[in-house]
C-alpha cells in the first residue's frame, strides 16, 4: 500500500514548455518535500512545506516552484525546463519537523 | 553550511561478509543521522536511523554506530545478503530536528554470491 505517491513515474517534456509533477500521501503528515536527484548523485532539497508553511532554498532557481493546496497533496512546477533539469524528482514527507522523512517512488524527467 | 562526506564510494563483499560504510559531518549542531537504501529507479528507503543521544543502535543485520566528538557515524550491514545490493546514503540533520537533511555522496554496495 503506498503511502507516498508520485505521478507521473516518467515525464518528457519539451525545453521550456512547462511541466507539473505531482505527490500525495496516504500518512497525513504535516511535512512535505522536494527533492532533485541527478544520475549518480545525492538527492538535493529544493524546498519542503511544513503544513501551508512554504520554505525555500536559497540556491534553489526560481524556474522551480510549489503549492501545497491540502494536506494530502503537493506540486512542483517547472515554469521553463532547460536539459539540465533532467532529473529524478522525489517527495518525501514527515510527520511534524523531528521526525522521520519517508520518499515517493519518484518522477524521472527528461527534457527534449 | 553542513557538509556530509560519505566513503567508499563502491564496495563490493563476498555474500555473508559484513560490510561498512563511513559518513563525517561538519555541523556539530547536526543531531539526526538517518541512513537510506535506493534501489535502482526507486526512490530513498529508510532503513535505520540515529539521534545524536544514542551511540548505537541496531536493527537484525544491520547497525549503526554514532561517534558525536569525532563528528562521524558508521553503517555496519552483517551476513550480507544480495538483495543488499544498492546505493547507500547517509544524511545528517540541519537545524532543529529532522526538518532538512544533508546527504552524503552515496556508496554503491554490490554482493558478489
Known amino acids: 500500500d503506498a503511502m507516498v505517491i508520485q505521478n507521473p513515474r516518467y515525464q518528457v517534456t519539451q525545453f521550456g514548455k512547462p511541466v507539473t509533477l505531482s505527490c500525495s500521501q496516504t500518512?497525513?503528515?504535516?511535512?512535505m518535500y522536494w527533492y532533485q536527484q541527478k544520475s549518480s548523485q545525492a538527492p538535493k532539497l529544493l524546498f519542503h512545506?511544513?503544513?501551508?508553511?512554504?520554505?525555500n532554498e536559497a540556491d534553489t532557481p526560481d524556474n522551480f516552484q510549489s503549492r501545497r493546496p491540502n494536506t494530502s497533496f503537493c506540486f512542483l512546477d517547472i515554469r521553463s525546463p532547460g536539459l539540465g533539469d533532467a532529473a529524478m524528482y522525489l517527495c518525501?514527507?514527515?510527520?511534524?519537523?523531528?521526525?522521520?522523512?519517508?520518499f515517493g517512488p519518484g518522477t524521472r524527467l527528461t527534457v527534449t | 553550511g553542513e557538509n556530509v562526506e560519505q566513503h567508499p564510494s563502491t564496495l563490493s563483499v563476498q555474500e555473508g561478509d559484513s560490510a561498512v560504510i563511513k559518513c563525517t559531518y561538519s555541523?556539530?549542531?547536526?543531531?539526526?543521522f538517518p541512513w537510506y537504501k535506493q534501489e535502482l529507479g526507486k526512490g530513498p528507503q529508510l532503513i535505520i536511523d540515529i539521534r545524536s543521544n544514542v551511540g548505537e543502535k541496531k536493527d537484525q543485520r544491520i547497525a549503526v554506530t554514532l561517534n558525536k566528538t569525532a563528528k562521524h557515524f558508521s553503517l555496519h550491514i552483517t551476513e550480507t545478503q544480495p538483495e543488499d545490493s544498492a546505493v547507500y546514503f547517509c544524511?545528517?540533520?540541519?537545524?532543529?530536528?529532522?526538518?532538512?537533511?544533508?546527504f552524503g555522496q552515496g556508496t554503491r554496495l554490490t554482493i558478489n554470491p
Open positions: 500518512l497525513n503528515h504535516n511535512v
Open positions: 555541523d556539530s549542531a547536526s543531531n539526526y
Open positions: 518525501a514527507t514527515s510527520r511534524d519537523r523531528d521526525y522521520e522523512q519517508y
Open positions: 512545506y511544513y503544513d501551508k508553511d512554504f520554505n
Open positions: 544524511a545528517a540533520s540541519i537545524e532543529q530536528g529532522a526538518q532538512k537533511l544533508v
